[in-house]
T-cell receptor, first 115, second 113 residues
Framework: GQQLNQSPQSMFIQEGEDVSMNCTSSSIFNTWLWYKQDPGEGPVLLIA?????ELTSNGRLTAQFGITRKDSFLNISASIPSDVGIYFCAGDPSNYGGATNKLIFGTGTLLAVQP | SQTIHQWPATLVQPVGSPLSLECTVEGTSNPNLYWYRQAAGRGLQLLFY??????ISSEVPQNLSASRPQDRQFILSSKKLLLSDSGFYLC????????????FGQGTRLTVV
């Protein structure tokens, strides 16, 4: 099945550092979403992006919808221990401009924060 | 407000046994519904999605099937489980008229032994 390429695969950082991760696709997406998953639980939505070039913040999190509609990035500023988890990008692939009703996920970025 | 319920939370089943996982959504009508599987390697693989009753799209050929007998009920089934069916299964819903934000259930950890 189709998947989005997400990088890096994992990050090990010190508390207080900033984090950046990105997601790319070979095809155009209508929507980009960013999720966080804690162990043994379902992913939780962090940020949703709907327009090319859109930049949206949610507290210490900032995400952008790439101009080409084929990529997105997520930044976390001043990381704290509770930021630990797996971060996923997700997108609704375009079907000649219309929605496909599918939601495709990236391969995930594992974030570890050392106090 | 909308809620999604998925059960059971954990399941251990022998190879060759049948499977039925259920997911229900409350507080919305005609949602898009999804089944994902997450293997130990972390990625979420879309298995099935549905835009309405009895309208199921399969993304990956496999040993599983899905059904949507009611508007807010989505069922994942298998007639005979394989070892490779082990994983973390997640149900999700999104608003109708195109996939936007999807909201997930708590997941079912399936171990086939």
């Amino acid at each position: 099945g189709q998947q989005l390429n997400q990088s890096p695969q994992s990050m090990f950082i010190q508390e207080g550092e900033d984090v950046s991760m990105n997601c790319t696709s070979s095809s155009i997406f209508n929507t980009w979403l960013w999720y966080k998953q804690d162990p043994g639980e379902g992913p939780v939505l962090l940020i949703a992006l709907y327009k090319a070039g859109e930049l949206t913040s949610n507290g210490r999190l900032t995400a952008q919808f790439g101009i080409t509609r084929k990529d997105s990035f997520l930044n976390i500023s001043a990381s704290i221990p509770s930021d630990v988890g797996i971060y996923f990008c997700a997108g609704d692939p375009s079907n000649y401009g219309g929605a496909t009703n599918k939601l495709i996920f990236g391969t995930g970025t594992l974030l570890a924060v050392q106090p | 407000s909308q809620t999604i319920h998925q059960w059971p939370a954990t399941l251990v089943q022998p190879v060759g046994s049948p499977l039925s996982l259920e997911c229900t959504v409350e507080g919305t009508s005609n949602p898009n519904l999804y089944w994902y599987r997450q293997a130990a390697g972390r990625g979420l693989q879309l298995l099935f999605y549905s835009i309405g009753i009895d309208q199921i799209s399969s993304e990956v050929p496999q040993n599983l099937s899905a059904s949507r007998p009611q508007d807010r009920q989505f069922i994942l089934s298998s007639k005979k489980l394989l070892l490779s069916d082990s994983g973390f299964y997640l149900c999700a819903w999104s608003a109708p008229m195109g996939a936007t934000e999807a909201f997930f259930g708590q997941g079912t950890r399936l171990t086939v032994v």
